[in-house]
């Protein structure tokens, strides 16, 4: 991978910047001002059988609309995300969302959802279960650390970056971390179930 940022690194069907070989992409601004990134959007939508997401934000109507990048989903996956974020002004956030969720994925589509929130109101009770990064693990194979939350991806906001992880030990590392926040986060959830 080349070390250096490429000013004819363009990939216009992703309106993002290719550094490397399907190894990291770009989002500059100044080259789309009005196009969506489109890379977050194909990598779930790609997926077949599960989509992680673990990110401390998941904001969803009536401000944001991060429920939005699971519109083109195929049949039969199993959506988890994993937050860390305040409850105080939020308390009907778990409901807010997966009341999006279903908004925007029909019945048909036979959609297992949970989610686990990480409330950082209560730094008594949360352990050490404390992160900023963003991740999306795309059928357990696929890990890709994400330079922000999913609302810069999905318009065209901020210059933002998504690195595919390749490194097999550094993906089982990411992923054991993500299961043992997951396991140990379910003072407030949504249970794994069927979204609808």
């Not at 686990?116 to 352990?127: E, F, M, S, T, Y």
């Not at 650390?145 to 210059?159: A, D, F, R, T, W």
Request: charged share 20%.
């Amino acid at each position: 991978m080349a070390n250096n940022f490429l000013t004819n690194s363009e990939n216009t069907a992703l309106r993002m910047h290719e550094c490397g070989q399907d190894q990291y992409w770009f989002y500059h601004k100044g080259s789309h001002p009005n196009d969506n990134p489109l890379l977050y959007q194909e990598l779930v939508d790609s997926a077949t059988n599960e989509i992680i997401i673990w990110d401390p934000y998941f904001n969803v109507y009536p401000r944001n609309a991060d429920q939005n990048i699971f519109a083109n989903i195929r049949n039969d996956i199993t959506i988890k995300i994993l937050v860390y974020t305040s409850l105080q002004n939020k308390r009907n956030y778990l409901n807010d969302v997966k009341d999006a969720l279903k908004a925007v994925i029909p019945s048909n589509k036979d959609c297992r959802f949970g989610m686990r929130l990480i409330n950082n109101d209560d730094k008594h009770n949360q352990g050490s279960r404390f992160f900023h990064d963003r991740f999306l693990i795309i059928d357990e194979t696929n890990v890709f650390l994400v330079g922000s939350s999913i609302g810069y991806h999905i318009q065209p906001e901020l210059s933002t970056g998504i690195f595919k992880v390749s490194n097999n030990e550094t993906k089982d590392f990411i992923k054991s971390i993500f299961k043992h926040y997951w396991d140990n986060s379910t003072q407030h959830q949504i249970p794994l179930a069927y979204l609808h």
